[in-house]
C-alpha cells in the first residue's frame, strides 16, 4: 500500500486523485463542483484505516476537508478527516446509499465550503475618498455593508443556534433509546465500554475520530435493532459486542496503545502495531455499518412489498369499482 508520503506527492494539490489500481465513474464531474480546500483521493482498500489515511494526508498538506474512498467492487468505503464536523460528512457519505463513492461524494459537495477568513481592505491615505468615491458616498457604502453583514451575523447565529438545539435534541433522543435498547447485564457492559470509547477518544486524540465514528455506529445499531429486530436478536448482538470491545479496548488503553504512542523507543515495530489497533478499528467500524444495512434491508423488504400491493391495486383500480351503475 502507498505510504502517505506517496499518497502526497502523487496527489499534490488535485482535488480528485485516483491512485493507481482504484477509481470512481464520475472523477471529471466531481473535480467541477468540489468546493476550493477540499480533496477526494481514491486508493484500493488499505491495510489501516482510511480515517487514518485522512488524517495524515490533511495534516500534510493543510486542507480544509479530506476524503478518502476505498474503491470496493460492491460498495466503496470512507474516510474523513476535516475542520468541519467529520462524524456528520461521513454520516453524510453512507446517507446517500451509492455505491460508487464519487456519487456519494457529489451528493454532499455543497455541503462541504469551508469557511474563509475576510481580506482586510488596504488603506487609504489619499483623503476621504476611495475609487472616486466622496467622503459622504464612502460613509454611506460603509453603512450599508455594516448593516449587511450584521443582519447576515444575525442569521448565521440564529441557523447554527438550530441546528446546535436540533443536534442536542437527536443526541438526547439517541441516548434515551440506547439505554432502552441496552438493558440487563451485557447491556450495562456495553453502556459502559460505549463511554469508554468517548474516553478513549478524548486521551488518543490521533485516533479520535475513528473512535467517535465507532461509537457512533455501534450506538445507532443497537437503537436500529431495538425498534425492528427481536430480542433474541438483540441479546445475541450484545454478546457478540461485548467480546468484540472488550478486546478493542483491551489494545486502545494506556498499558498498550497509549504506551507505544508515548514510548515507541520501548516497543519493537512501534509503527506496525499502532496501525494493527488502527485496522481492528476501522474493520469493527465497518461491519457496524454493514450490520445496520442489513437491519435497514431487512426492513426494506417489508416496504417493498407493501409498496408493490398498492402499485398492484392502483393499477387495478377501475371506474367501475367506484360507480357501480356505470358500465367498464
Known amino acids: ?31 467541477r463542483v468540489l468546493p476550493d480546500g477540499v480533496q477526494v483521493i481514491v486508493i484500493e482498500p488499505p491495510d489501516v484505516s482510511s480515517t487514518h ?47 460508487d463513492g464519487g456519487l456519494a461524494v457529489a451528493g454532499i459537495a455543497d455541503t462541504l465550503v469551508p ?37 447576515i451575523e444575525v442569521v448565521h447565529r440564529v441557523r447554527k443556534k438550530n441546528r446546535a438545539g436540533a443536534n442536542g435534541m437527536s443526541a438526547r433522543r439517541l441516548e434515551k433509546e440506547l439505554g432502552e ?6 447491556g450495562r457492559f456495553l453502556r459502559e465500554a460505549i463511554e469508554q470509547l468517548d474516553e ?18 455501534i450506538s445507532e445499531l443497537f437503537v436500529r435493532v431495538r425498534k425492528r429486530g427481536t430480542d433474541q436478536q438483540i441479546r445475541l448482538l450484545q454478546a457478540k459486542y461485548k467480546d468484540t470491545l472488550t478486546k478493542l479496548l483491551k489494545a486502545l488503553s494506556d ?42 434491508e431487512s426492513r426494506d423488504l417489508e416496504f417493498q412489498v407493501a409498496l408493490d400491493s398498492l402499485i398492484k391495486s392502483v393499477d387495478e383500480a377501475r371506474l367501475s369499482d367506484v360507480y357501480s351503475d356505470r358500465e367498464p
Not at 67 to 91: L, M, P, T, W, Y
Not at 128 to 133: K, T, V
Open 1 to 31: 500500500m502507498a505510504t502517505v508520503n506517496d499518497i502526497v506527492e502523487t496527489c499534490g494539490d488535485t482535488s480528485v486523485c485516483q491512485l493507481p489500481g482504484a477509481s470512481i465513474s464520475n472523477a471529471s464531474e466531481l473535480q
Open 53 to 99: 489515511i485522512a488524517n495524515s494526508v490533511k495534516q500534510s498538506t493543510g486542507a480544509d476537508t479530506v476524503i478518502v474512498i476505498e474503491d470496493h467492487a460492491v460498495k466503496d468505503r470512507f474516510g474523513v478527516a476535516s475542520n468541519q464536523d467529520s462524524d456528520s460528512i461521513f454520516e453524510a457519505l453512507y446517507g446517500q446509499g451509492q455505491n
Open 115 to 151: 469557511s474563509s477568513p475576510v481580506a482586510p481592505t488596504p488603506g487609504n491615505d489619499e483623503g476621504f475618498s476611495l475609487g472616486g468615491l466622496s467622503g459622504g458616498a464612502l460613509i454611506a457604502v460603509v453603512a450599508m455593508v455594516v448593516i449587511g453583514g450584521t443582519i
Open 181 to 186: 435498547a441496552l438493558d440487563g447485564e451485557d
Open 200 to 217: 478513549r477518544a478524548r486521551a488518543l486524540p490521533q485516533i479520535g475520530t475513528q473512535l467517535t465514528g465507532l461509537r457512533g455506529h
Open 255 to 296: 498499558d498498550y496503545y497509549g504506551d507505544i504512542v508515548r514510548n515507541p523507543r520501548f516497543w519493537s515495530n512501534p509503527e506496525s502495531r499502532l496501525a494493527d489497533v488502527q485496522r481492528a478499528i476501522g474493520s469493527v467500524d465497518s461491519q457496524a455499518v454493514e450490520n445496520i444495512m442489513q437491519v435497514n
